[in-house]
T-cell receptor, first 114, second 114 residues
């Protein structure tokens, strides 16, 4: 069965430090992987995706993620965190490019302190 | 340009009542998705429309849940004989035709069943 795991419920980072939000996946075919962010009282917003090609993908707001097939991971990273990055982050999976749904992880709350 | 609009933003109802939740997608988006998000969880897929037809309804939990999109634009999620366990935030998302995984989400309709 296809699944996504976000092992950390919360990540705390000081402003200016690098941040990593972890995601691992399980899928039988080729995964399509995504990161979404949810700010308070706002809808989910697309950040970035991996479909094929370079393992390092760059997205909105300076975020990037690295696809690692051997470790079945797709961790979200940013070199220098901002207080405004504080939000709920969701990793999501689509298997084989099926037109339907994304499978979301439980989410990781990122808290960036000044 | 307007984003995805969902109404009502909040709905409180009593167990056993019928509820309708409306989604107005971004103009020109042919794909429309309904998800359900419970507290502390990631969004859970319910149903996906491509145009007027339900391309994938495998996420609907039981026959009390039904969704329509008669003209390929606005969609209504209908819940009969509501139960307390139906309490959640119901999210609607739309996307351009063809799979990209880049969904545009509304802010959701929070349903509370007393």
């Amino acid at each position: 069965a296809q699944s996504v795991a976000q092992p950390e419920d919360q990540v705390n980072v000081a402003e200016g430090n690098p941040l990593t939000v972890k995601c691992t996946y399980s899928v039988s075919g080729n995964p399509y992987l995504f990161w979404y962010v949810q700010y308070p009282n706002r809808g989910l917003q697309f950040l970035l995706k991996y479909i094929t090609g370079d393992n390092l993908v760059k997205g909105s707001y300076g975020f990037e993620a690295e696809f690692n097939k051997s470790q079945t991971s797709f961790h979200l990273k940013k070199p220098s965190a901002l207080v405004s990055d504080s939000a709920l982050y969701f990793c999501a999976l689509n298997y084989g490019g099926s037109q339907g749904n994304l499978i979301f992880g439980k989410g990781t709350k990122l808290s960036v302190k000044p | 340009g307007a984003g995805v609009s969902q109404t009502p933003s909040n709905k409180v109802t009593e167990k056993g009542k019928y509820v309708e939740l409306r989604c107005d997608p971004i103009s020109g988006h042919t794909a429309l998705y309904w998800y359900r998000q419970s507290l502390g969880q990631g969004p859970e897929f319910l149903i996906y429309f491509q145009g007027t037809g339900a391309a994938d309804d495998s996420g609907l939990p039981n026959d009390r849940f039904f969704a329509v999109r008669p003209e390929g634009s606005v969609s209504t999620l209908k819940i009969q004989r509501t139960e307390r366990g139906d309490s959640a935030v119901y999210l609607c998302a739309s996307a351009r035709g063809g799979f990209t995984g880049e969904l545009f989400f509304g802010e959701g309709s929070r349903l509370t069943v007393l």
